[in-house]
């Protein structure tokens, strides 16, 4: 019975539209169905007939822009978001992904008030709140990055990077240990990361655990043998610690990896 049901459901819906309205939902769900296969040259045709037919339907626009977002036009999609935005002012949606494309796109100012407004119409969106607070960080606005990500993190513990950026906030206004415990808990989700091994064992080492430090910098080498940084870093925890030949090996090799400073320490520890 449910099989003759739906058709006549879906039969009535579209009787009961007005042609134009018709016309563009049908140009809509064969945008959707190219969209999803992968289709995206169907997908742009059918979404322009769509907003061609019905120019007040916002989804057709929403579409666009999603099209636009994956074939890399970031200014395209941003134009066609701030149709929808304009249509359905309430869709905090579609202001969070027009302000990820205004960032990309470098107009953070504009990002960061679209993730305002998102928040304010949607206050549960933890990935504009995620992004919120990553924009914080690289503004050097590190207490508001925490309340942002600890607020994230306490509500979606699988949301590995935001413990990275949660860890370099705290670990930039000089709570080491709770950015050690941060960086722990990113590396229990993400181990491949070479980085954070790298901020750990500076946070370990200003939390005065110089071993836990070397183990942190050991681990950032075993994820990328050529990081310059780590070698610095280890070295220069070596030579505190008076290990004067391992400090000399690994500072050695990062003045070999392009590391300008490195003669620096060179001079100071290995002479």
């Given at each position: 019975?449910?099989?003759?049901?739906?058709?006549?459901?879906?039969?009535?819906?579209f009787?009961?539209?007005?042609?134009?309205?018709?016309?563009?939902?049908?140009?809509?769900s064969?945008?959707?169905e190219?969209?999803?296969v992968?289709?995206?040259?169907?997908?742009?045709?059918?979404?322009?007939?769509?907003?061609?037919?019905?120019?007040?339907?916002?989804?057709?626009?929403?579409?666009m822009?999603?099209?636009?977002?994956l074939?890399?036009?970031?200014?395209?999609?941003?134009?066609?978001?701030?149709?929808v935005?304009?249509?359905?002012?309430?869709?905090?949606?579609?202001?969070?992904?027009?302000?990820?494309?205004?960032?990309?796109?470098?107009?953070d100012?504009?990002?960061?008030?679209?993730?305002?407004?998102?928040?304010?119409?949607?206050?549960?969106?933890?990935?504009?709140?995620?992004?919120?607070?990553?924009?914080?960080?690289n503004?050097?606005k590190?207490?508001?990055?925490?309340a942002d990500?600890?607020?994230?993190?306490?509500?979606?513990?699988?949301?590995?990077?935001?413990?990275?950026?949660?860890?370099?906030?705290?670990?930039?206004?000089?709570?080491?240990?709770?950015?050690?415990?941060?960086?722990?808990?990113?590396?229990?989700?993400?181990?491949?990361?070479?980085?954070?091994?790298?901020?750990?064992?500076?946070?370990?080492?200003?939390?005065?655990?110089?071993?836990?430090?070397?183990?942190?910098?050991?681990?950032?080498?075993?994820?990328?043998s050529?990081?310059?940084?780590?070698?610095?870093?280890?070295?220069?925890?070596?030579?505190?610690?008076?290990?004067?030949?391992?400090?000399?090996?690994?500072?050695?090799?990062?003045?070999?990896l392009?590391?300008?400073?490195?003669?620096?320490?060179?001079?100071?520890?290995?002479?």
């Amino acid at each position: 019975m449910r099989i003759i049901i739906l058709p006549l459901l879906v039969s009535l819906y579209f009787c009961s539209c007005n042609p134009e309205k018709r016309d563009a939902d049908i140009h809509y769900s064969k945008g959707l169905e190219s969209h999803f296969v992968g289709d995206l040259v169907n997908a742009r045709k059918e979404y322009l007939l769509t907003i061609r037919s019905d120019s007040n339907l916002w989804k057709g626009y929403y579409g666009m822009a999603s099209v636009c977002e994956l074939e890399g036009d970031f200014k395209t999609s941003v134009f066609y978001f701030s149709k929808v935005i304009k249509l359905h002012p309430g869709n905090g949606l579609a202001f969070y992904y027009r302000s990820i494309l205004e960032e990309l796109t470098g107009e953070d100012g504009k990002a960061a008030a679209d993730l305002d407004q998102a928040l304010s119409l949607k206050p549960d969106l933890l990935l504009a709140l995620y992004s919120r607070g990553r924009m914080e960080y690289n503004k050097g606005k590190w207490k508001k990055a925490i309340a942002d990500l600890g607020e994230v993190t306490a509500k979606r513990q699988d949301l590995s990077r935001a413990y990275y950026i949660l860890g370099l906030s705290k670990y930039k206004i000089g709570d080491n240990a709770g950015a050690i415990k941060d960086f722990e808990t990113y590396i229990s989700l993400d181990a491949n990361d070479a980085n954070v091994y790298l901020y750990m064992g500076l946070a370990c080492q200003a939390n005065n655990a110089p071993q836990q430090a070397l183990v942190s910098f050991d681990n950032a080498i075993k994820v990328d043998s050529t990081f310059a940084m780590a070698y610095l870093y280890r070295g220069i925890c070596n030579a505190k610690l008076n290990k004067t030949d391992d400090a000399c090996k690994d500072l050695h090799i990062a003045e070999r990896l392009g590391v300008l400073n490195a003669a620096t320490y060179i001079e100071k520890y290995c002479h």
